[in-house]
Structure formats: C-alpha cells, structure tokens
C-alpha cells in the first residue's frame, strides 16, 4: 500500500518555522530533534529500530541489562555538550558516576594496568612512571589540547561551506588557536618522532590501543590535533561518566523533549529513500514495518542521521521528481504516483558518492555480552578495561577487548549479579562473506570467553547468560552500512576542516552524526546536531 500524507499537517508560519524531518534515532538524530523542536520547528523523528538510541541504546535479558554499543559518555560537565543542551532543553541530566580511572589498560605479558586516571596530577605521575622521559610529548599534547578545546566551545563550523560557516569558523579563532595550525598536517606517530619517542613500543602500544577507540585508527594514521582532545578529554575538569541505569536515559530524555514541545517519534518506520527535486530535499519514502504500509512525507527540511554510506543508498533509489513547483505538497502527491524508483543519484551528489566509494574500509565490532554472578568480577576492578594480548597481532579480532563492567547499584544486573560487555574490532567483510556465519561467531565467542577468563572467573556455573553481536547484527538493528561502528577514521583527509560537512550538496538535507566533525561518542554527535540547528536556524532568518 502506498500513499501520500503530512500526518504533521502543512506548515504553519504563525506556530512553526516549518516541518523537519529526522531520519535515524541515534543521539545526533534525537538531540537535533530535541533543539529544533525546542526552537519551533514541527519535528517528525523516524527509526527502524524498536527502541531509540541507535548505538547507544541497551536491551534486556534474564533481568540484566545491556548497553547496545556506546558504554561511556562525555560532556556532561558544566560547560560540557550534554549540559549546554540539556539546559536549553529545560529537561534534567541523568545521574551519572566519573570514570576513575577512565581505562585501566593491559599490555601484552603485564598484570597491572595503565590507568588513565581522573585527576590531571595524578595521571601525570602515572605516565611519567609508565613511559619514563615521554613528557615532553604529554605537555605537547596537553597544549594542543587546550587551544582545541576552547576553539571547539566557541562553536566553529567545521567544515565550512558558505559564508555563514566560514564566519562562524572565523569568529571561534583566537591568538592561542594559532598554536594548532603547525601541527595541522600531523599523524600522533609524527609526534611521537618528532619527540623522540618513535622506538617506544610500550608507549606507541599504549596510544594505539586508546586511538583505536576514539579515532578508529592507530598512531601513524590519527591527526594529532583530533587526538589530543581524544586523549585530553578524560581529565579533569572534563572527563567520562558512567551513567546510572543505563546508556538509554539519554536517548529516553531526549525523545521526552521532543514530545513535550510538539514533535513526533516514529519507531519500526523505515525511511527508504529521499525524495528530490530540483537540486533540493524535498521528502522521505517511509514503510511501517508492522503494516506494511509506505507512503511518502513531505518536509521543509530533511536532517539525516545516518553514515555518509547510508546517506548516498538513501538517495540513489529515489523517486526523481523534475520540474517542481513551489508547492511542494501539492506537486509531490501528483509526481510521486507516476514516479517509478530508479537508481540514479542526483547529479549534485556525484562527487560526495566518488569521496564515499574512495574511504578505508570502516571497522566493525564483535561484541560478547555475559551476565554473571558477582563472583566473577576481581576485587576493585575497574568500570572500563582494555586488553591487548599479543604484540605482534592486530589491534581488534579478539587480540584485543575493550571491557566495560557494571558495578553493585547501577541499575545494570539483579542483586548479587553483574553485567560484563567486550567489544573487539573486526573486518566487516568477513562477516558477510563467510559461508559458516554462525561458525565465526561461535569461534570468536569461545575466544572471546577464553581471553576474558584470564582476568575474570568465568565458569560454566558463573556465566548466567551469554550472547554476541557481529557486524551482520549491529546491520540488523541499527541499519548502519555493512553493520560499521564509530564513524569514520580520524585520519589527516577526513578529520575536522577536511572531514565530511553536515552541509550536503543536496539543498535543505543535512547530515548529523559521527560521519561529520568532531566524530564519534555522544557528545561528538551532540555537537553535530548542534551545528546543524544553527546552520538551520541561520538560513531561515535569510
């Protein structure tokens, strides 16, 4: 069954500023809902998943709950992303305990960790003991840092693509900014030579395994300037939080926010494509997954929420609709029912596509999710843990873990139990081509489970219940291209004033998330969705 319908209505000019249209429900999605809703905007929100999240949403089983992806969150200090746009959402911050330390990290053949710990002293006196004589490297960084910071609080538009943008950018550049420009063109790795420290191998380790969860790259290939906010964000008076409960109260206050100023969230709807005309986003083919039905929606404006993969599929099977008028709904209920899907992308998308098809493949994710007995976790273990177990192997496809575990009262696991998720990078295309699936991922779980054995007590009787995820789930349940985790890679072409835009070519659609700068985590994504609404906001005062 297919249709045409505004279940919004037209656009209003004495109540509304026009009608947006939110494809994705994941953090960038919803907070960009939120503020445009906020802001008087008529907000339709559609995901396909059946709760919103995206990567950062949890599910549950047996009584414990689970935390989907995303296990930390940044920002949610005063001054912080999460608590400059929850306070003008008038809506409360969840509670939330600091990570402390951040990341306990193991290297290869080591019983005691590297903790990245909380308070700035004392993280100093922890990497000094750690890497004896890489300090110079550290103050470098933590310079760097300072003057990224303060340029990204003053809200730059990167990158620029008109002159309001590029205005903006201007406007965020101070004296101390200009500390940055020398070190634009610089890999972590360069760094690394250019204080000495290019031999150091427990160091490089270290760095590598930190980079590969924040930039989705390693030291010879993370720009430096995107990795000292990476590694300077963990410190105090910024840091990492621990949520209580779990990763979905953020996504649950958001969409709270959306509702009570006027907007709509629609889940298990599926957008198949955007519809354009004339150069400019003009709607969205959606099907209700539950009844079938599809039909066509049209919007003033259209803010995707999707990988830059996702965004050239969504508009290369498009209805193309050519010579339409100013009234858009009108004309788009006459074209679309003549109109057949075709696979041409719009000509203005021609060179985005061309960038897209040339990026490095993007890493995926195996994830071991356990429920256990509270036995199985050491005494004091830490919330969040890194291991690497072989110099010589690669950093992901269970040679490495990112573990993150619950604690007693966090809302996480029944009394007496807790909750242990381990996430290792992986190929994707290995899990689309295997001709034994169900092989692979049992393989990498029994491997999975053994490596963790070695520093929890995980037996049969402790296990209370066990599951995994691969690439082909995270595809299933987020929709994301090839199942692909954590935006793309942090490196020189592709991070910040080189990165993708939330400008697209395609007039009135936008692209929010961790495809577009400053990258993945929600507070990442916060700040796209944030750009964004200005960017929005300043073209309707135009």
Not at 217 to 238: F, K
Not at 317 to 335: A, G, H, Q, R, Y
Not at 498 to 525: C, M, Q, Y
Request: proline share 6%; hydrophobic share 40%.
């Amino acid at each position: 069954m297919r249709g045409d319908r505004t279940p919004l209505g037209k656009s209003n000019p004495a109540d509304t500023k026009g009608r947006v249209t939110v494809i994705g429900g994941g953090i960038g999605g919803l907070t960009a809902a939120a503020l445009l809703a906020r802001r008087g905007y008529k907000v339709l929100v559609l995901d396909q998943a059946i709760v919103p999240g995206g990567c950062a949403s949890t599910f549950k089983r047996k009584g414990f709950t689970f935390d989907v992806g995303a296990t930390q969150v940044a920002g949610l200090e005063p001054g912080g992303i999460h608590h400059r746009i929850f306070s003008e959402l008038d809506i409360e911050l969840p509670a939330a305990t600091p990570c402390d330390p951040a990341c306990a990290v193991f290297l290869p053949g080591e019983t005691a960790p590297i903790s990245v710990w909380r308070d700035p002293q004392k993280w100093q006196e922890e990497r000094q003991r750690q890497f004896p004589g890489s300090e110079p490297f550290w103050q470098l960084l933590s310079a760097l840092f300072k003057a990224s910071w303060k340029f990204q609080g003053r809200d730059p538009v990167l990158p620029p693509r008109n002159f309001w943008d590029f205005w903006q950018l201007i406007q965020a550049v101070r004296p101390d900014t200009l500390i940055t420009l020398p070190f634009t063109f610089m890999t972590v790795g360069d760094a690394l030579r250019l204080c000495g420290l290019g031999d150091n191998l427990r160091l490089k380790t270290f760095l590598d395994l930190q980079l590969k969860l924040y930039s989705q790259v390693d030291t010879e290939e993370t720009a430096l300037l995107y990795a000292a906010t990476a590694l300077g964000v963990s410190q105090e008076p910024q840091g990492l939080y621990h949520l209580q409960g779990s990763m979905q109260v953020l996504s649950d206050r958001l969409v709270e926010a959306i509702e009570r100023d006027g907007g709509k969230v629609l889940l298990r709807h599926t957008v198949e494509s955007i519809v354009t005309a004339n150069g400019q986003a003009t709607g969205t083919v959606i099907r209700n997954q539950k009844t079938g039905e599809v039909w066509t929606e049209t919007a003033d404006r259209i803010v995707a929420n999707v990988t830059a993969q996702n965004l050239v599929k969504l508009l290369s099977s498009e209805p193309i609709i050519e010579n339409l008028t100013d009234n858009l709904t009108e004309n788009l209920s006459v074209k679309s029912e003549s109109s057949e899907t075709t696979n041409k992308l719009p000509n203005q998308m021609a060179g985005y596509k061309y960038r897209v098809d040339k990026l490095p493949p993007a890493s995926g994710a195996f994830v071991i999710y356990l429920g256990v007995h509270e036995s199985a976790i050491p005494a004091n273990c830490p919330p969040h843990l890194q291991f690497l177990y072989d110099y010589d192997g690669e950093i992901g496809e269970n040679n490495s873990l990112f573990v993150s575990v619950s604690h007693p009262g966090d809302g996480r696991a029944p009394k007496g139990m807790a909750t242990i998720i381990a996430s290792s990078f992986t190929d994707t295309r290995m899990w689309w081509n295997s001709v034994d699936y169900e092989g692979l991922k049992q393989k990498y779980t029994v491997g999975a489970i053994a490596r963790l054995s070695e520093y929890f007590n995980l037996t049969p009787e402790s296990i209370v219940h066990q599951e995994a995820a691969t690439p082909r789930t995270f595809a299933r349940y987020t929709a994301r291209d090839r199942g692909v985790v954590g935006g793309i890679g942090q490196r020189i072409p592709t991070f910040g004033p080189f990165g993708f835009a939330n400008r697209t070519p395609i007039k009135n659609l936008w692209l929010v998330g961790d495809s577009t700068h400053p990258g993945e985590g929600t507070a990442g994504v916060s700040y796209s969705a944030l750009t964004v609404v200005r960017q929005m906001e300043a073209a309707s005062k135009i």
